[in-house]
């Protein structure tokens, strides 16, 4: 879904800026800012940072479409359950499973597939601003009421933060030489 999603915002960097504007005009006055479908994806992935939840709080409440977003919060998220799966396989140094892949060859390739779908949804923010700074300007005001400012900001949420941070880890243990790279 995040793909089919970029590949379609993408497209629309074909457009030029005037072509563009007749076709955000359709839009008007709706918003990525309406996408409820989006925002249970992110809950249940596992974005729940309290700042996030209340922005999409006040913004989807006008919409009526908050209740069936708040569910979701009630329901345990993609990233809830791997931190269980990993308690439960005595993993407690992700970054040791980066380091080691063969130990648990199984929990790593998943580790590997979250953090693909964690950056897919980064590439489609990232596609997003793009879009956005080539067809209309940062300067501006979105049809949602966003600014460029906030969407530079979702670039920094994560639904996996724990796999982002082994990476770190496993970098600081190598260049500390306590881990050999392979190859």
Do not use: K
Not at 9 to 26: E, G, N, Y
Not at 43 to 71: K, Y
Not at 93 to 117: F, K, Q
């Amino acid at each position: 879904i995040l793909e089919n999603t970029t590949g379609a915002t993408r497209h629309l960097h074909s457009l030029p800026p005037m072509a563009f504007h007749r076709f955000r005009q359709l839009l008007n006055p709706a918003s990525g800012l309406q996408s409820y479908q989006f925002r249970e994806l992110e809950f249940l992935c596992g974005l729940r940072d309290t700042r996030h939840v209340e922005w999409v709080q006040r913004a989807l409440a006008r919409d009526s479409q908050w209740e069936a977003v708040r569910r979701r919060l009630d329901q345990l998220s993609l990233a809830e359950t791997f931190d269980a799966l990993i308690a439960r396989r005595g993993i407690d140094d992700l970054a040791a499973l980066y380091a080691e892949p063969a130990r648990d060859p199984v929990l790593y390739a998943l580790a590997d597939a979250l953090s693909v779908l964690d950056h897919r949804a980064q590439e489609w923010r990232f596609v997003h601003i793009e879009l956005v700074e080539r067809t209309i300007g940062l300067g501006v005001m979105g049809t949602g009421g966003t600014t460029s400012e906030y969407l530079q900001a979702t670039l920094s949420l994560r639904f996996f933060p724990a796999l982002w941070e082994a990476r770190n880890q496993l970098t600081g243990r190598v260049n500390a030489s306590e881990v050999e790279p392979e190859g």
